[in-house]
Every structure is written in C-alpha cells, then in structure tokens.
C-alpha cells in the first residue's frame, strides 16, 4: 500500500463516492442507535431503537458482504483480506443472532433484554473499530480508486433494495460457507 493510501485509512480521508465513505457514514448511526439502545431505560425507547435498528443494520450488512466481503474473500495472494472477510461475515451473523433475539423478546424491560442490548452494541463497536482499519486499510492495498468507488455502487444499490423490500420482516441469520482459502 502506498504511504498516500496509509495515510487516507489513518485519517479515514476518501472521496465521498468510496465505498469506505459510505461505510463509515452508516456506521456513525449504527452507533448512535445502538449506544442508545444499550442506555436507555425506557422499555417502549427500546422497542422503538430495535425497530430503527434492524432494518439499517441488516441492510447495511448484507449489501456490505455482497460489495466487500465477497471481494475479500477471493483475494488468492492475501491470507490476511480472506481472513478480514470472512471474519466480517461471522461477525455480522452474530449481530443478526442478538437483533433478532431483542426483536422477538416482548418484555424490554427485563435484565436478560438490556444484557443483550450491551453486548450488541459493544460487538458492533468492536467490529467497526476493527472494520475501519483492518478491513479499510485492505480495501486500499488491494482495490483501485475506481473498484472502491464501484463497490460503493453497489453497496449503496443493495442497501437501497434491501431497505424497500422491509428487511425487518426477513427472517433471521443465514447461513454462508466461508470463501475456500487459497
């Protein structure tokens, strides 16, 4: 990787059109709305949080393994991208286990409820910590300014697709067989 490139993924400087731009822009909401979640007291706020949550975070995730994962993962000469992916597709389906856990327990209010709610927001931070720079650090070595750009694309259509089809009413984790290493 360039040291123009180390520099960007440190600053997280990118053209609005990269798909590290678009990534980081729902992250900050997925965030706030899962920092919240885990805070808030109010059993009927929370509810409410799960029902802003859930269709973003699925949207998001799904259109972001099609757009980037799926690319790392079949990076032959990269141990280190292949592994980045298929991390990433693990780490999602374990928020989508937690999501739906909060989504189909009636009772907020319950100590098991905001048990679950804290380590979902405490995954997702790790995870976007993680994915800002591990996984943005190998979008720059391995993908041009333009590939960067068409993953946005796509992610942006995907998330798009997903958000009009009302993910929330998806059923829950999918399964996926991890990308074959080289």
Do not use: C
């Not at 520099?7 to 920092?35: F, M, Q």
């Not at 990269?78 to 009772?107: M, W, Y």
């Amino acid at each position: 990787m360039s040291v123009f490139e180390k520099v960007k993924v440190k600053l997280g400087t990118y053209s609005d059109a990269d798909v590290r731009t678009l990534l980081h822009a729902d992250h900050e909401i997925i965030r706030e709305l899962s920092k919240e979640l885990a805070d808030t007291q109010s059993s009927a706020r929370r509810k409410t949080l799960v029902r802003e949550l859930k269709p973003l975070l699925v949207a998001h995730s799904r259109s972001e393994e099609a757009a980037v994962y799926t690319p790392l993962t079949q990076i032959r000469t990269s141990p280190d991208s292949r592994a980045a992916g298929n991390e990433g597709f693990v780490e999602h389906n374990l928020a989508d286990i937690v999501l739906e856990r909060l989504a189909n327990t009636p009772d907020a209010g319950s100590d098991m409820w905001k048990a679950h709610a804290k380590v979902l927001h405490e995954a997702l931070e790790h995870h976007i910590d993680e994915e800002e720079s591990k996984i943005f650090e190998e979008l720059g070595e391995h993908f041009s300014d333009e590939e960067r750009e068409a993953m946005g694309e796509e992610f942006i259509r995907g998330k798009a697709r997903l958000l009009k089809q009302k993910v929330s009413r998806q059923p829950g984790p999918r399964k996926r067989q991890a990308a074959q290493p080289a």
